[in-house]
């Protein structure tokens, strides 16, 4: 057996011929099925160019597209009791945490900074969806809370963009708990005269619909995104009849009064700064663009 040719020769051929393909090289657009370059979409804030789809944004870069340069300090949130209830179906909710974890790089489903926003101070909480489907269990129940503490010691704005399943089950009655106290949270906010503004993304639903998430004074949605209690599936099942056409859709809910704006990713930032320094009579900086247009639907008629 001669080693160099029958070993050595085909592995450096192997080398060479090699083509390391990232499994996120292209995106698919759910509405439309078109394939995009992921850093396409990735430079256009997650929105697919040409359907204007908007996908799901982690947390860590929707914070990044909030602050002034990128920069902000983070929120110290108290710990919780990991697994409280020693709670486990297929698996144990320990290890989905660690799991959940390892992917998205946070301690748990909502991470909050504090910053600048068109060098206004404000507070900034973010769900991130892909940490076990934004659910809410105590840990996020406490990131919240924490928000609504920074925001009132610092005299600022407090921005929450919700992206949630609803509660987290793992953790049973304790995360039911999270929907009063966060409700408190955003009740001290009010009577200290402080603005706050909800994000709703796609999806929003559940416990969090059901408390902060529909308390804010100011409620934008993303295009296309999906707000409310229980879904469409879910309701039709029930009631056994057909839904209207884009139901629970963003869109429909301005229609029907339920949100005050729904406005593109691209005007998100500059439609909170104004808010912000409106809510707070805060002089406008002599570059700050006028409040965009809000983003409407096409089939929305309006």
Same mark, same amino acid.
């Given at each position: 057996?001669?080693?160099?040719?029958?070993?050595?020769?085909?592995?450096?051929?192997?080398?060479?011929?090699?083509?390391?393909?990232?499994?996120?090289?292209?995106?698919?657009?759910?509405?439309?099925?078109?394939?995009?370059?992921?850093?396409?979409?990735?430079?256009?804030?997650?929105?697919?160019?040409?359907?204007?789809?908007?996908?799901?944004?982690?947390?860590?870069?929707?914070?990044?597209?909030?602050?002034?340069?990128?920069?902000? &300090?983070?929120?110290?949130?108290?710990?919780? !009791?990991?697994?409280?209830?020693?709670?486990?179906?297929?698996?144990?909710?320990?290890?989905?945490?660690?799991?959940?974890?390892?992917?998205?790089?946070?301690?748990?489903?909502?991470?909050?900074?504090?910053?600048?926003?068109?060098?206004?101070?404000?507070?900034?909480?973010?769900?991130?969806?892909?940490?076990?489907?934004?659910?809410?269990?105590?840990?996020?129940?406490?990131?919240?809370?924490?928000?609504? !503490?920074? !925001?009132? %010691?610092?005299?600022?704005?407090?921005?929450?963009?919700?992206?949630?399943?609803?509660?987290?089950?793992?953790?049973?009655?304790?995360?039911?708990?999270?929907?009063?106290?966060?409700?408190?949270?955003?009740?001290?906010?009010?009577?200290?005269?402080?603005?706050?503004?909800?994000?709703?993304?796609?999806?929003?639903?559940?416990?969090?619909?059901?408390?902060?998430?529909?308390?804010?004074?100011?409620?934008?949605?993303?295009? %296309?995104?999906?707000?409310?209690?229980? %879904?469409?599936?879910?309701?039709?099942? &029930?009631?056994?009849?057909?839904?209207?056409?884009?139901?629970?859709?963003?869109?429909?809910?301005?229609?029907?009064?339920?949100?005050?704006?729904?406005?593109?990713?691209?005007?998100?930032?500059?439609?909170?700064?104004?808010?912000?320094?409106?809510?707070?009579?805060?002089?406008?900086?002599?570059?700050?663009?006028?409040?965009?247009?809000?983003?409407?639907?096409?089939?929305?008629?309006?």
């Amino acid at each position: 057996m001669n080693w160099l040719t029958n070993v050595v020769r085909p592995k450096i051929r192997g080398l060479l011929n090699r083509r390391e393909t990232p499994e996120n090289l292209w995106i698919k657009c759910p509405e439309t099925g078109q394939l995009v370059f992921y850093k396409d979409v990735e430079a256009n804030q997650f929105v697919i160019p040409v359907s204007n789809y908007h996908m799901r944004m982690g947390a860590i870069a929707r914070l990044k597209s909030m602050f002034d340069g990128e920069h902000w &300090t983070d929120v110290e949130v108290p710990e919780v !009791a990991v697994d409280p209830l020693k709670f486990r179906d297929e698996r144990r909710y320990s290890d989905r945490l660690k799991d959940a974890r390892a992917k998205t790089g946070l301690a748990d489903a909502v991470k909050v900074g504090f910053g600048k926003l068109d060098d206004l101070p404000v507070v900034i909480a973010v769900q991130d969806f892909d940490f076990m489907g934004g659910s809410l269990g105590m840990a996020a129940g406490e990131a919240v809370i924490s928000g609504f !503490a920074m !925001a009132l %010691g610092k005299g600022t704005p407090f921005i929450l963009f919700a992206a949630s399943g609803g509660a987290r089950m793992q953790e049973g009655i304790l995360s039911l708990m999270q929907l009063p106290r966060t409700t408190v949270g955003v009740q001290r906010l009010r009577e200290a005269r402080l603005p706050y503004i909800v994000v709703l993304t796609n999806p929003t639903t559940g416990g969090v619909t059901a408390s902060y998430g529909m308390l804010g004074d100011v409620h934008i949605a993303e295009p %296309g995104a999906l707000v409310g209690f229980a %879904g469409p599936r879910v309701i039709e099942q &029930t009631i056994r009849e057909k839904l209207p056409e884009g139901f629970q859709k963003s869109e429909y809910l301005l229609d029907h009064g339920m949100v005050d704006m729904v406005v593109h990713r691209k005007n998100l930032r500059a439609t909170l700064a104004r808010l912000c320094r409106l809510l707070t009579r805060s002089p406008a900086l002599p570059d700050v663009a006028t409040l965009p247009v809000p983003y409407h639907h096409a089939a929305s008629g309006v």
